[in-house]
């Protein structure tokens, strides 16, 4: 059983920037694949970055509508993932999730990872 709490949402101007942590808990976080999701009001839950497990040298994987500004990393050491979030749009208020998973495919391309967070609201405003 892997439990997931994230933190670091708050309300930030466009262009700022934030960073979620997540915390996992267990002794094998570095074999699980984690990712971010998002959910704004009257939008289905939506992909937004995955890494790999460690050993295959945490390979990332990003939504086009976040590529070169979100950055996804990993510490094991503290078994936490974050999402590095920076030139903030209003498209990007959601509620963040963090996600787990044994197997990448079922994070990203699939979207039905094994364990979820509970979410941290991140707000975006003009």
């Known amino acids: 059983q892997v439990q997931l709490v994230e933190s670091g949402g708050g309300l930030v101007q466009a262009g700022g920037s934030l960073r979620l942590s997540c915390a996992a808990s267990g002794p094998t976080f570095s074999s699980y694949a984690m990712g971010w999701f998002r959910q704004a009001p009257g939008k289905e839950r939506e992909f937004v970055a995955a890494?790999?497990?460690?050993?295959?040298?945490?390979?990332?994987y990003y939504a086009d509508s976040v590529k070169g500004r979100f950055t996804i990393s990993r510490d094991n050491a503290k078994n936490t993932v974050y999402l590095q979030m920076n030139s903030l749009k209003p498209e990007d208020t959601a509620v963040y999730y963090c996600?787990?998973?044994?197997?990448?495919?079922?994070?990203?391309?699939?979207?039905?990872?094994?364990?979820w967070g509970q979410g941290t609201q991140v707000t975006v405003s003009a």
């Open positions: 890494i790999s497990w460690s050993w295959s040298g945490g390979n990332t």
């Open positions: 996600a787990a998973d044994r197997n990448m495919r079922a994070i990203a391309p699939i979207g039905i990872p094994d364990y």
